[in-house]
């Protein structure tokens, strides 16, 4: 067990901890709450599927049914009046400044987790621990923080790893994913690929793509286009963890 503060002594250590643990959250994000709970395009087997549900416990406290009645309202309405984060309904600065507060505004709207949440887990897991004590997995995730980096790095370590996915996903690819970058597909509302290799936000900057077909587990449409997103899920299909159920053909 690393003594406490140890891995401190090293500018390096924390930053490569938190790309390290930024990436990790990116991934689960995309595997685990969009492609696989969204919108159901892959099924993880409970080896890959309860660990990713605990990080992303640990990391943002996220409750899954949440996220996906979010996101699946946000394509009901996508940039019109009714969406929970459009950049072309409530200003882009808004959303990427104040994207976290606009999801906690349509996860309590009257009926919301009712009518877009259904389908997510609702196990002993998720029953008694991640969904009703969401809070108690960032504070474990603090006293960890704490006891690798010491009493002034680890607070800010833990800091940058609660801040990581409303400015990534809230921020960016809600705000940024509506506003700039190119088209593959004119479709009705106004999403946009942000970088034909999405690697940094694990597949997510393919973000047009993925409105023009949005069940499909492939974000990469053309033959440049990289997602590390569906790299790892054909690597967990190929040692049995993963099974896609639909993924666009070609590229």
Aim: charged residues 20%; contains cysteine; hydrophobic residues 45%.
């Amino acid at each position: 067990m690393p003594e406490f503060g140890s891995w401190a002594t090293e500018w390096w250590k924390p930053v490569v901890f938190i790309l390290v643990a930024g990436h990790l959250t990116n991934i689960c994000v995309t595997i685990f709450l969009h492609r696989a709970q969204t919108h159901r395009s892959v099924r993880l087997h409970a080896l890959a599927g309860v660990p990713m549900r605990v990080w992303l416990w640990l990391t943002t406290a996220i409750v899954t049914k949440e996220w996906v009645a979010c996101h699946r309202k946000h394509h009901a309405f996508a940039d019109r009046e009714g969406d929970p984060h459009s950049p072309l309904v409530e200003g882009l600065r808004n959303i990427v400044l104040k994207g976290a507060f606009y999801y906690r505004r349509a996860v309590r709207q009257e009926g919301v987790l009712e009518k877009y949440g259904k389908g997510t887990p609702n196990d002993w897991l998720e029953r008694h621990l991640l969904g009703h004590r969401n809070w108690l997995g960032i504070g474990i995730m603090a006293l960890v923080d704490v006891w690798l980096f010491g009493w002034l790095v680890g607070p800010v370590v833990w800091g940058v790893q609660m801040a990581w996915i409303p400015f990534w996903a809230a921020g960016i690819i809600n705000g940024m994913g509506h506003a700039l970058g190119y088209r593959n597909h004119d479709v009705k509302d106004a999403s946009r690929n942000m970088t034909p290799i999405a690697f940094i936000i694990a597949g997510e900057e393919l973000h047009n793509n993925h409105h023009a077909d949005p069940h499909s587990a492939k974000f990469s449409h053309r033959w440049f286009e990289f997602d590390i997103g569906w790299i790892y899920i054909r690597l967990l299909s190929l040692v049995g963890l993963a099974r896609v159920e639909y993924a666009r053909p070609g590229s």
